[in-house]
């Protein structure tokens, strides 16, 4: 139904920046709301930002606040991560989320569709 796919991450040093891609395909009209969320190795996924489809409301989770960035490329359905000013607790494999109803979220049971990953490693 819709089809998520991440690209962008990497290895870099710490102060760095990042920006991972997740383009969406299928049924993209159904999208509500795009998040990323994170997952590092022993640790538990956590969430990371999100937004509004089609409005430009974000969210950001205190950890990343100030230093990440969501946004949307419309003609492309495709939604970026612009990770700035990267620290090594920031190493994790980066996962984007589809929602398919109002509301931003940071619950990983409230999106109901998935991408692969991408590995983001902070190198200090």
């Known amino acids: 139904q819709v089809q998520l796919v991440e690209s962008g991450g990497g290895l870099v040093q710490a102060g760095g920046s990042l920006r991972l891609s997740c383009a969406a395909s299928g049924r993209t009209f159904s999208i509500f709301v795009m998040g990323w969320f994170r997952q590092a190795p022993g640790k538990e996924r956590e969430f990371v930002a999100a937004?509004?489809?089609?409005?430009?409301?974000?969210y950001y989770a205190d950890s990343v606040k100030g230093r990440f960035t969501i946004s949307r490329d419309s003609a492309k359905n495709t939604v970026y991560l612009q990770m700035n000013n990267l620290k090594p607790e920031d190493t994790a494999v980066y996962v984007c989320?589809?929602?398919?109803?109002?509301?931003?979220?940071?619950?990983?049971?409230?999106?109901?569709?998935w991408g692969q990953g991408t590995q983001v490693t902070v190198s200090s």
């Open positions: 937004r509004d489809w089609n409005g430009g409301s974000t």
């Open positions: 989320a589809a929602r398919n109803s109002y509301g931003l979220r940071s619950r990983e049971a409230d999106y109901g569709y």
